[in-house]
């Protein structure tokens, strides 16, 4: 048992101990004032109190939180002595009056023996280190003084404080081993048998301590299971359990001796590496063992019949000398384990400073745009959409937030943090509205559009409200007509949802009128028969796409791409939109190829309203 309660409960007993010694201990002057024998009482009193100072001193020292294991291991052996010491005076006391009989010495000195050994036992419970020889340096003596008197009275004697004796290891040890029991649950995680959250901080927090006297390195490793709760939703938690004690099994087997493991809770490991020199070698002994962990850990599971794959992903975060808190350690593995998860999982990243910048601005995106809306922050541009004949027929509504204190903010930055966030469906609530009264006075202004596209997040989309808001809407502000003009714009991974009720959701909103469009088509999970199954109107091909057409030969794979795209467009009798044109050329390409729609930087950027009504009636 080496835990910090361990530590913590064993040095509270030094003062106990030294009240235990010093009020006793004056009973023997006292008495032995009285008949004149207590020049040893003082001395003897007088080397309690200098082991009391002593002890005081040991007790004061102790601090586990900023101390080493080497240090702790040090302090452990000075109270040691400290604990040996004391009882031997005891001891030593019990031998110097034993055969007193003047106010009944003997008793006292019997009886004072029997209360330390007692003592011992019961303080030093959680140490056979301790209460072992204690009581025997203690009981020993009894012993043989009983069976030195030589009578039989004293033959009984004996063979009672050898019982007694008995009597006190027995109960010392039991509640040693109960100690020890309730000391592993308290430290182990009772699924795995690895040490736990609790156990592991304190770990680490010893382990930077010493770091501190070295000036050495150490790494941390947090490993989280890719889609664990999948496996545990669908083939239940028994299966689920099983899997996280193998998963421990094989992160056992990678480790070597002098790491430390743990689970944090749910599907969440973390291994601690030993002391290293330098911070290259550590970094690299952390990404080796990522790797090999990856690996292992990819490798099939079979667990009743099932044959079961998990990735993982890793985040490194390298603990140093000029340590804060254990806890700020783990949140920077933590934040690296959340990049991995991000990027596409099944991977490792060490944390570094720029992810924690990114980490902090991403928190300060997500306190300041919930105030956005309110703050009138927030507001659309757009950007014209031309036909092959380069007349404005519709706009692209992008959104724009300006802040005092971040200044223009991408929706690139902040449209993610608002889905992750879910102020999304307030904040996309307000967009879709806006655009509407746009187009409304738009119309009533002889702005006529054919159409007005809004990009829809899909937590926006599938929020349980969405239909109902937009009908609300639709009817609060668009005619028939104009309802006609609506695109809505949903990005290509959507098909990765439930598809079903995708169709359904799309073609409840179809009833008003309003019609969709695909985004940023060809980049992600475009496949054909989905292609067939959305009740879509429209696809966009995404820039990077339209930024391939250009004169040089090299490119020639994309552009095919591109004939491609439209040519199945106009098989499924799609609208198509080409995005980020930005010169002639790509106009004259598409152009040849049948493109329907055209927007990009060659016509226009995303202008605020009035220059964008300014820009359309330039156009006409
Ligand atoms: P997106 O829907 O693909 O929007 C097109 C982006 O390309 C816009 O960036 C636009 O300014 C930019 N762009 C247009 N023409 C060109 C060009 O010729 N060259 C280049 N290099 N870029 C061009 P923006 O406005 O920064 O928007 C970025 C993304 O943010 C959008 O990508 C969309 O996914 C999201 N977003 C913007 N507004 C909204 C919104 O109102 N709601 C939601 N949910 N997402 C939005
Ligand atoms: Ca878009
Ligand atoms: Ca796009």
Known sequence: MNDKRFYIFLNKQIPVMMALSLFPGLAYILLGWMHD?????IIWYMLIIATSIWGYRIYKSFNFDTMSSQQTADWHKQLSFFFYTIFALWALIFVLYVNESASNLHYIAIFTEIGASVVASTLLGPDK????PIILILMIPLIIYFFTIGEWFGYVLTIFACVFTWVLF????SSYDLLMKANYQASHDVLTNLNNRYFFIN?????????QATKKFTYLLLIDLDHFK?????????IGDQLLKDVSTRIRQNISVDNLVGRLGGDEFIICGAEISSREKCKEEALKLANNLIESLKQTYIIERHHLYISSSIGVSLVDSNSHHANSFIKEADIAMYEVKEKGRDGVFVFDSEMSSRVESRLEIERLLHFALEKNEITLHFQPQLDRHKKVIGAESLVRWENDKLGSVSPVEFIPVAEQTGIIVELGHYIIETAFKNLLDWDNNGISLSQLSINISMRQFFHYHFVDDVTELADRYLSKELRGKVVFELTESIVAEDIEKVIIIINQLKVLGIRFSMDDFGTGYSSLSYLRQLPIDELKIDRSFVSTINSELRNQDSQAMVITILTMAK?????????GVETEYQFNFLNQYDCDIYQGYHFSKPL?????????????
């Open 608 to 620: 605020p309203e009035d220059d964008f009504i300014e820009y359309c009636l330039n156009n006409k």
């Open 37 to 41: 024998i207590h020049m040893r009482a």
């Open 571 to 579: 098989i499924f009798d799609l609208h198509i939109v080409a995005e």
């Open 203 to 211: 770990y680490l927090q010893q382990m930077m301590n010493s770091l």
């Open 170 to 173: 027995y109960a010392a040890n």
């Open 129 to 132: 280190r301790l209460y072992r």
């Open 230 to 238: 999948t496996i545990n939703d669908s083939l239940g938690h028994d």
